[in-house]
């Protein structure tokens, strides 16, 4: 296993910068990560993915604007 090939998720963040990670699959890693060596992980998507995703976010926005509105 190569540590350094991800993604990753991080199990807990330390006060002096560092983080313990694990992989996708639940393997622990032995090893504290200083918090530069991180990388955000975006995964690709396809067009369908990204427009199902928008719509999904402008539901939920609407549906917040719509209930501030209706207390106002």
Not at 34 to 54: A, H, Q
Not at 59 to 70: D, F, P, T
Request: aromatic share 10%; charged share 20%; with cysteine.
């Amino acid at each position: 296993m190569t540590i350094w090939l991800g993604p990753y998720l991080i199990e807990k963040c330390h006060d002096n910068g560092t983080f313990q990670i694990r992989t996708v699959d639940e393997e622990g890693i032995p090893l504290l990560v200083n918090g530069y060596s991180l990388k955000v992980y975006r995964k690709p998507m396809s067009k369908e993915e990204f427009i199902n995703t928008i719509s999904r976010e402008m539901n939920v926005i609407g549906s917040v604007i719509a209930s501030k509105s209706q207390y106002s």
